[in-house]
């Protein structure tokens, strides 16, 4: 009974930062993660069919020549927002039956810095890291170069996070 209840206040005191906090109990074969596979290829065919991978359609958006990124981005937003009004309205769970938690999290300004250096690198490179292995998949190896430095920089952000102001 203890031992639950330090948990819960672990999962407590970690949802309050910005961690991303899984508390999945299940245990599952290695098969069971295949479905990921699937849905990550289809996903990235979707985006290359989309030309979200397009370095070029990205240096229109920053250069506010084309509404084609902005509307797909607007269009990912109103379905999450459509999705989790959805999921806490009906009190949806995951396909194993797991309660879903949404918590909240408190703005600060380290967020305002990390999105400007999110998008000076997105703008930069022509890749942000949801499209990177489509990127890679097309042929333009040139991009490892972009996805070994996001993994560099989430390893150097995890090594100083405490750190670090948040």
């Not at 607007?74 to 396909?95: E, P, R, Y």
Request: aromatic share 14%; hydrophobic share 50%; charged share 15%.
């Amino acid at each position: 009974m203890q031992q639950n209840i330090e948990e819960k206040n672990d999962l407590e005191i970690r949802s309050l930062d910005a961690m991303c906090v899984n508390e999945s109990q299940l245990q599952h074969r290695w098969y069971h993660n295949l479905k990921y596979l699937v849905l990550g290829i289809l996903f990235g065919f979707i985006f290359i069919k989309a030309e979200i991978i397009s370095w070029f359609r990205i240096q229109e958006m920053f250069r506010l020549q084309s509404f084609h990124m902005y509307g797909i981005i607007g269009s990912a937003i109103l379905v999450a927002m459509i999705s989790i009004f959805i999921i806490k309205k009906f009190n949806i769970k995951t396909i194993y039956g797991e309660e879903i938690i949404f918590h909240k999290k408190e703005f600060n300004k380290g967020q305002i810095y990390g999105g400007l250096i999110f998008g000076l690198g997105w703008a930069i490179t022509g890749a942000c890291p949801g499209p990177l292995f489509a990127q890679i998949g097309t042929g333009a190896t040139v991009v490892a170069v972009t996805l070994i430095s996001a993994i560099a920089g989430t390893w150097v952000y995890g090594y100083f996070r405490e750190k670090l102001p948040h």
